[in-house]
């Protein structure tokens, strides 16, 4: 593959690095520090300068308003958010409005109607893909079935992103023939209740319960694929919060070993700290190069010796354990200093365990490669 951005991929992160620049974590309390969720709603402000520097419309098609853009541009923007821990559900939404624009075909029309809506920021869309329990199959946790012009659902979707300040959830269910649908639900309809739950980096999650809920046919994507598609593009887009959340904390501890003295010398001229800094470095530059492949095999639809999913399964490999190790080793080589509560380190701690946790063990992934590995035997 070419690792090098199209002009269009680089003006997406010159753009997003210069709306994102002054948003710092600082303002904002630890999980530590309060007992809920640290903030209520999400960045309405930031919300609104993402829009306006069209940035919400990279998913939207050209003819619509939009900059017609993939999983990359979206990665690209995802990973400068992740580096000022941007408390705006640009994965959620982004990802959602490209699954809108490739399986919203003819039948689900309205659907598609909405991309303008979700560019200009006016509509904010969020993804229930964690399950009833965050640990089972998300396509699993609620059923589907058709009626008349309608479809019903039950079951429950837990830590769903800021579902109380979304317009709208899109979610997958299953029919009793085994298929996998996505419905895009409205919160507020009959049936929906949601009960507050708060994330490990103190962001406000929900739990979705349904009890009968109708929704029309139009609101229902049932076009193979689909599910497995905006699955891939959560995992991505993770895999990019994360290497932002990398790069962030490692330029912090680069600037505090380099005036932070001891013995009259400053820290980043230790050996013992320079190779642990130096460990990390190669944990980032994995991080980025497995980020893009797999996010590259996404847009592309590239054939390759193995599928997908194996690209997917490294990405996550690297992001989940590589996160942990930056932070770790960020608050390590912070002393004392690292374990404050009001330093801002703190946040991409807790931002960093809430990613590594949705991206899952790296064991299991390790696991599932093998398998793939296994399936299809390199020449």
Partial sequence: MDFTFT???????????AVLTGVAPDGVPSPALVPGAVAEDIDRALWRRLADADLLSLPVPTEQGGAGLGPIALCLLLREAGQVLARVPLLETGAAALTLRTYGGRAQGKLQRLLPAIGRGELVVT?????????????????????????????????????RSADRVLLPARTAAGRTVLVLL????????????????????????????????????????????????????????????????????????????????????????????ADRYIDLQAMEATLWQAAWRIESGADGPLPAAADLAVAKIWAAEGV????????????????????????????????????GPAAAHE?????????????
């Fill in 127 to 163: 993804v229930a893909a964690s399950g009833r329990t965050g640990h089972d199959a998300a396509e699993r946790a609620v059923s589907a079935r058709p009626e008349r012009d309608h479809w019903v659902l039950d079951g429950v979707q837990t830590a769903v992103p800021w579902a």
């Fill in 367 to 379: 696991e599932a490669l093998g398998d793939l590995l296994a399936a299809h035997p390199l020449a």
């Fill in 324 to 359: 942990r190790r930056v932070v770790q080793t960020a608050q390590h080589l912070h002393g004392g200093f690292g374990a404050d509560t009001e330093y801002a380190l703190h946040r991409y701690h807790a931002w960093a365990k809430q990613l590594e946790l949705s991206l």
């Fill in 7 to 17: 002009e269009e991929q680089q003006a997406v992160a010159e753009a997003a690095a």
């Fill in 186 to 277: 409205a919160p507020g309809r009959p049936g929906v209740v949601l009960a507050d739950q708060v994330s490990t980096n103190g962001e406000p999650y929900a739990e979705l319960s349904l009890d009968s809920v109708r929704v029309d046919r139009a609101d229902v994507i049932t076009a193979d694929g689909a599910w497995p598609w905006l699955r891939s593009l959560l995992i991505c887009g993770t895999c990019a919060l994360a290497l932002g959340v990398g790069l962030a904390a490692a330029r912090m501890t680069g600037a505090y070993t380099s005036t932070r003295e001891q013995f009259g010398f400053p820290l980043a001229t230790f050996q013992a700290v320079a190779v642990q800094a």
